[in-house]
């Protein structure tokens, strides 16, 4: 980069900003709240800096006024790249996006400061893929970004953003410095900043390979009709204190945030009774709390995995238990408003058959929400009556099929999923002897 002197780089900054003001009215903020955290880090002047979707150019200008050089612009959009380029405003330009683990082509620990003003967005980077933005890190480096919150971007990655950082300090891989709210002045429209450090050592082996094939066949052996449940108790159990960091990071789940998105459209008071079938670890009794529903029961067939969900005290009543035929839940009859379940309906852990059992446990005009990997229906002959089971309930009057099957992406490890919602219908009784 050719180096501008400090009147060029003022007079950039000053043209950047109207620029900016007139062609997307509240970037401002974003980018004034990311500068002025990076500032009071007081890093070296020598640091390496990257700024991730660079866009406007904005945040180069801003700190070279303040002294720092050593700045690479890392963009997807080639004419953008070309523009800051001919505006000298980094030092290298990157035309790569973020887009999985070693997509940027960068090597490891390769700056002291990542930064973003806007770039994790529902059409820009996907917050799944911080662990990329880590990777290229040094130890003890930060990465800083703002963004709009979790429920303007209204997508089920931006759902799992909270979850994904915990699981990555849980390990030991990172610490989130700062996590704040601001609004901007002229907009109003509401914002959000994060500072996250990466914590010395390598981060998990898993960030530089694929999910790997051990844990894609042990999952595809327990999900096949006919499977001995003790056994795929067993197996959760011995999952039990990885399943967080293996689902969320690994898989890149989605089912629980889909789940309680659509519960939440409800707009249920908060004094519901809700149950969480096959909770497990309770991802999805913790997004559900998230919104200030507390009387959520979890049922498992996992004691280890439960016991993961007890030690957060995620839910009121820990409840381990199969689900399969009446009277199977041991639970009296219309305890629950809403019954919820991601992941739970599946080949050797609830089928379709026991829709029975859980409309029991429910109030009349009660919901059942769930989320399910799509493809079983054809390794099962079981789900592949699924669609007709539901049909039956509805003729027989004991339900309604109130949404589904809506198919969606990136349900775990790749895999689309299904969402349903079901009400029980008023004044109806589910004979004793259905199954």
Known sequence: MATLTANEIQLQLLTLKEDAKTRSPG???GVNNVCAEFLQLKVPRSSEILDVAAGSGIISAELQTAGYINIDALDGDLPTLRRLQALRLYRNFIN????GILSTGLRDASYDVVITAGGFASDAINPLDITEMLRILRPEGHLLWTMKNVRDEGTSEFGCLEANLRSLEKT????VIKNCNFTDPETKTAGVFYMVKRLAGSLPDYVNMEVPAELKEQISEILVDNSDPLNNVKFYDDWCNKYDTDLMIQGNYTGHTKCVEAFVKLGLNRNVQILDLAA??????AEIGKHGYEFVDGLDASPGMLGQARNQTIYRDYIISLVDGLGS????????????SSNGF????????AIPEI????RPGGYLLWTMREGFQQNSQKFALFDAEIKNLENTG????VVGPVVFENFVLNHPGKFYMMRKMVQTQVAAGQE
């Open 96 to 99: 790569r996006s973020v887009d």
């Open 27 to 29: 970037e401002l903020s």
């Open 346 to 353: 599946a080949p050797g852990q609830i089928y379709p058959t």
């Open 280 to 285: 497990g670890t309770g991802l999805l009794g």
């Open 398 to 401: 004991c339900a309604e099929l």
């Open 329 to 340: 839940i041991p639970v009296n009859d219309e305890t629950y408003d809403v019954v919820m």
């Open 359 to 362: 409309l029991r446990v429910m």
């Open 172 to 175: 030991g891989r990172c610490q």
